[in-house]
């Protein structure tokens, strides 16, 4: 029972969304006074087809000259979120991100290393 959610300004052209969350429905729900116009269901974003409706938020394909309706430009939160759904282990890791022995271990590391579902299940088991 939860949903994807952005803010967009309906008043600018291709309704850029930013500020990504996944909430609770019902009370956790931002109102669009909030500007959290885009929702979607948490399970309509999910899986193969959720993969696919997320992917098509950031370009419309080859079989659909023209951009997406939707432009992203919260790059970091929609990333984010895509990582939060489809990478194993990354829900649950990113709660010691801010964690000094985190950060210490992937200070040098590059931008692929920390978020293989491998090395996320690491920072998961290494809780002490």
């Known amino acids: 029972m939860g949903l994807v959610?952005?803010?967009?300004?309906?008043?600018?052209?291709?309704?850029?969304?930013?500020?990504?969350?996944?909430?609770?429905k019902?009370?956790?729900?931002p109102t669009a006074q909030a500007g959290?116009?885009?929702?979607?269901?948490?399970?309509?974003?999910?899986?193969?087809?959720?993969?696919?409706?997320?992917l098509s938020m950031l370009s419309a394909g080859p079989l659909q000259g023209g951009g997406p309706s939707n432009r992203i430009v919260d790059f970091d939160g929609f990333v984010d979120i895509f990582r939060r759904l489809h990478t194993p282990f990354y829900e649950e890791a990113r709660r010691r991100f801010d964690d000094p022995d985190v950060q210490e271990r992937f200070s040098a590391a590059n931008e692929v290393?920390?978020?293989?579902?491998?090395v996320l299940e690491t920072i998961v088991n290494d809780q002490n």
């Open 5 to 24: 959610v952005a803010r967009h300004d309906s008043t600018l052209p291709n309704r850029p969304l930013s500020d990504w969350k996944i909430v609770h």
């Open 113 to 118: 290393l920390p978020y293989l579902p491998d």
């Open 36 to 54: 959290f116009m885009f929702n979607l269901d948490l399970k309509d974003m999910v899986g193969p087809e959720g993969h696919a409706r997320l």
């Open 26 to 29: 019902g009370e956790c729900d």
